[in-house]
Structures are given as C-alpha cells and as structure tokens.
C-alpha cells in the first residue's frame, strides 16, 4: 500500500473512537432514560464484546476493516459507559460519599490504560503475532460485568424518580445500604419524584430555554472540555521524546511512560478520600491552576533543553507533576459533577450532550494537535496552558460545590436562589 494511502487510513483508524465516542454520547442518556442505568450496561457489554470479536479476528481475517468497524464500536460503548458508570455510581452512593463512588469510574480506567501499556510492550503482547490477542481482551471486563452486574440492583432514585417503582426503589434501597432504615433518602427521593411529576416532561429545547436547566448544563460541559482541552493526551504523545531527550534509551522510555502512568494511577486512589473532604471544586481548581503552571515550565524546560544541561531532567518532572494535577480533579471529577447539579427530569439528556462534548473535544485534539505540533513545536503546551488558565478562572466563577449537597441545594447556589 502507497505511503499516503497508510497515513491515510491510520488516521481513520485512529480518528474513529472519538467518532463513535460521540455517537455513543448522542445515544446514552435515551438509553439511561429507557432501560435503566443497569439494563443500558448489560445492553452495552452485549457490543462490547462484538467490538472485541471484530478487532480480535482482524488479522486472521487480513481485513483492516474489522479493526475500524471494531475501534467505532468500542467508542461507542467508551461513551456509554462514560455516562451510565459514573451516573449509576453516584445515585447509589449515600451523600457522604457520593465523591468517592464517582471517582471509582476514572480509577478503573486508569487502571486499564496501565495495563494497556504493560501488555502492549514488545516483550509481552505488543508484538506482529499477539496484537490481535490484546486488542481481543476488550472483552474480558465485558464479560466480567455481564457476569456480575444481574446481582447488582437498579438505582433506586431510576426506579421511583424514573419509573415511579416505590416498592422497587426501596427493595434497591434495603440491598445497597444492608439495613432497612431507609425512610429519610427514600422521602428525600419521593419530594423528587413528587416535584418532577408537577413539571412538564423535559424536552431537548428546554435544555437551552429554562434556565434552571440551561445554567447548570453550561457549566456541567465547560468541565468537560476542561479535561479534554488541558493537554493530557499532548503530554502523553510527547512523552517519550522527553525521556528520550534525557538520555533514556527506546526502552527505558517506555518503562518510564509505564510509571508515568503508574503515577497518574496512585493520585487517582488518592483523590478518593479527598474529593468528599475538599471537595469537587477545590480539587478540579487546584488541579487546573497546577496544570497551567506545569504545562509552561514543560514548554520553557523543552524549548531551551540543549542550552540548559538540567532542563531535560526538569521536562521529566514537568510531565509527571502535569499528571499528578490531572489526577486528583480534572481526570474524574468531569464525569459525575453532572449528575450532581442537573435534575433527574433532564439528567439522561444532559449527560448525553456532556458526553458528546468530551469525545467531540478529543476528536479536535486528535485532529489538530498534529498540525500545532507541525506548526509551533514545544510552543503548543503554551496554547493549552493558556486554555488551563481561561478554564481555572471560569471554575473560579461559576463551579459550585457540590459536596454533600442535594441537586435542588446545588441549583440554589448556581441560580443564587433562596432554599
């Protein structure tokens, strides 16, 4: 195959996860409102695996179309999974410590990129005979959960809320918390349920016209495109021309990047305890702020590496510490600050347009960042340090604090009304 033919077709290949991504967003919350958080993730599984078939077999095949049809299948249940995971997590939780439960979705997906990274090295499977065997293994988490998720109750604030199941939602509820006093959140849930059957059904347009609706979904996807648009991905393609630039040969490079990753990992089981003692907002500011600062000195450090003896050393630094601030905010906190500030009455359309965003914002990252590259060099970190900085003030202004408060207390603070 010609050259350009072959870049031609990576970039498909590549370009089409955050495709399906988005049209797997489009269509999570019409499933979440539908089939349940629980029936919409078994649904999912079910094309995980045909994802993992159609990848696995690619090569026996010869047909680099199954790895495509394969990669927009696994985008799109990526973005189901990104809305359904975090939702489910955070309506199950108990308020104290809904953060927690909400930063479990952005662990086990650090978890799996690790793991990615360990077994795509040379040595173990990320060699011309194996790689279909690991891109096969998409399906083992598929299976796990299809296995173990019929055990698991529905969300109890679904089930009355949603569906008006009282005798359901509280079934659910007896499962979950292991006890049977459960009046005070199931009346809590029922004043819900009893609010959203006085209001008219919630349509697309209303999202954009109510206000109540409209301000908490403005900032619900400025958060989402903070996490995309910070430059992560940038610094991890980067990163192994940092440690090369240090002296570190091909391989240590990788084993480097495998501890970057382990790094991103360890903060991330550090923000748990954090994210309901801090909270949501301190977290992701902080985490902002110290991005914006470490993405300037990782431009200045790669920019005068060969003048300065130490820089390229510093560049390591930068890219570990850049990590580090992603990890204890802006790498999870994204995905269920939404179910805490959008009503259950529009929580399935909202999530759908949050989720939309993120892979929308990651598909324009992956098809311009090449051309900044190409363009500025080691001056690209400082367009996304200055898109940290415009973010960092908008969290500043507008993110409320969504700790240990109902959605209507959260409403309240970001519409300035009286409770």
């Given at each position: 195959?010609?050259?350009?033919?072959?870049?031609?077709?990576?970039?498909?290949?590549?370009?089409?996860?955050?495709?399906?991504?988005?049209?797997?967003?489009?269509?999570?919350?019409?499933?979440?409102?539908?089939?349940?958080?629980?029936?919409?993730?078994?649904?999912?599984?079910?094309?995980?695996?045909?994802a993992a078939g159609c990848m696995g077999v690619s090569k026996y095949l010869a047909s680099y179309e199954m790895i495509i049809v394969g990669r927009l299948l696994i985008g799109i249940t990526?973005?189901?999974?990104?809305?359904?995971?975090?939702?489910?997590?955070?309506?199950?939780?108990?308020?104290?410590?809904?953060?927690?439960?909400?930063?479990?979705?952005?662990?086990?997906?650090?978890?799996?990129?690790?793991?990615?990274?360990?077994?795509?090295?040379?040595?173990?499977?990320?060699?011309?005979?194996?790689?279909?065997?690991?891109?096969?293994?998409?399906?083992?988490?598929?299976?796990?959960?299809?296995?173990?998720?019929?055990?698991?109750?529905?969300?109890?604030?679904?089930?009355?809320?949603?569906?008006?199941?009282?005798?359901?939602?509280?079934?659910?509820?007896?499962?979950?918390?292991?006890?049977?006093?459960?009046?005070?959140?199931?009346?809590?849930?029922?004043?819900?349920?009893?609010?959203?059957?006085?209001?008219?059904?919630?349509?697309?347009?209303?999202?954009?016209?109510?206000?109540?609706?409209?301000?908490?979904?403005?900032?619900?996807?400025?958060?989402q495109m903070s996490q995309q648009l910070s430059g992560i991905n940038a610094v991890t393609y980067y990163s192994n021309d940092i440690f090369g630039s240090a002296k570190f040969s091909p391989?240590?490079?990788?084993?480097?990047?495998?501890?970057?990753?382990?790094?991103?990992l360890l903060m991330t089981i550090v923000s748990i305890p954090l994210m309901d003692r801090l909270g949501r907002r301190t977290l992701h500011l902080a985490g902002l702020v110290g991005m914006?600062?470490?993405?300037?000195?990782?431009?200045?450090?790669?920019?005068?590496?060969?003048?300065?003896?130490?820089?390229?050393?510093?560049?390591?630094?930068?890219?570990?510490?850049?990590?580090?601030?992603?990890?204890?905010?802006?790498?999870?906190?994204?995905?269920?600050?939404?179910?805490?500030?959008?009503?259950?009455?529009?929580?399935?359309?909202?999530?759908?347009?949050?989720?939309?965003?993120?892979?929308?914002?990651?598909?324009?990252?992956?098809?311009?960042?090449?051309?900044?590259?190409?363009?500025?060099?080691?001056?690209?970190?400082?367009?996304?340090?200055?898109?940290?900085?415009?973010?960092?003030?908008?969290?500043?202004?507008?993110?409320?604090?969504?700790?240990?408060?109902?959605?209507?207390?959260?409403?309240?603070?970001?519409?300035?009304?009286?409770?």
């Amino acid at each position: 195959m010609p050259a350009r033919e072959l870049t031609l077709l990576w970039s498909v290949t590549v370009s089409v996860f955050p495709a399906g991504g988005m049209l797997g967003g489009s269509v999570s919350g019409v499933l979440a409102d539908s089939l349940g958080r629980k029936g919409s993730m078994l649904v999912n599984n079910v094309l995980a695996l045909v994802a993992a078939g159609c990848m696995g077999v690619s090569k026996y095949l010869a047909s680099y179309e199954m790895i495509i049809v394969g990669r927009l299948l696994i985008g799109i249940t990526c973005a189901i999974s990104c809305a359904l995971v975090p939702m489910y997590l955070t309506e199950i939780s108990p308020i104290s410590i809904r953060g927690a439960c909400g930063v479990i979705h952005q662990l086990l997906i650090v978890c799996a990129i690790l793991l990615a990274d360990v077994f795509g090295m040379s040595e173990i499977m990320g060699s011309s005979d194996m790689w279909p065997i690991l891109l096969a293994l998409t399906a083992f988490p598929a299976v796990f959960q299809l296995l173990l998720l019929p055990f698991c109750p529905e969300s109890p604030r679904y089930l009355l809320v949603a569906k008006g199941q009282r005798a359901k939602a509280a079934a659910a509820l007896n499962k979950l918390r292991g006890t049977h006093d459960i009046d005070r959140e199931l009346n809590e849930i029922m004043r819900e349920f009893e609010e959203m059957q006085r209001e008219p059904t919630v349509r697309w347009v209303d999202l954009v016209g109510q206000r109540q609706l409209r301000v908490p979904l403005v900032i619900a996807l400025v958060i989402q495109m903070s996490q995309q648009l910070s430059g992560i991905n940038a610094v991890t393609y980067y990163s192994n021309d940092i440690f090369g630039s240090a002296k570190f040969s091909p391989s240590q490079s990788t084993y480097a990047t495998i501890g970057v990753g382990g790094v991103n990992l360890l903060m991330t089981i550090v923000s748990i305890p954090l994210m309901d003692r801090l909270g949501r907002r301190t977290l992701h500011l902080a985490g902002l702020v110290g991005m914006t600062v470490f993405s300037v000195l990782l431009s200045l450090s790669l920019l005068f590496q060969d003048s300065v003896s130490w820089f390229p050393y510093a560049s390591i630094s930068g890219v570990v510490l850049f990590v580090v601030f992603f990890s204890i905010g802006p790498g999870s906190i994204p995905w269920f600050i939404m179910t805490e500030m959008i009503p259950m009455s529009a929580r399935g359309k909202a999530v759908s347009l949050a989720v939309l965003t993120n892979f929308f914002c990651n598909f324009l990252v992956g098809l311009f960042f090449p051309i900044l590259q190409e363009s500025l060099g080691y001056y690209s970190f400082l367009v996304f340090a200055s898109l940290l900085a415009v973010f960092s003030l908008f969290t500043y202004l507008k993110m409320p604090e969504t700790k240990n408060k109902t959605v209507d207390q959260v409403l309240a603070v970001v519409l300035g009304t009286p409770q």
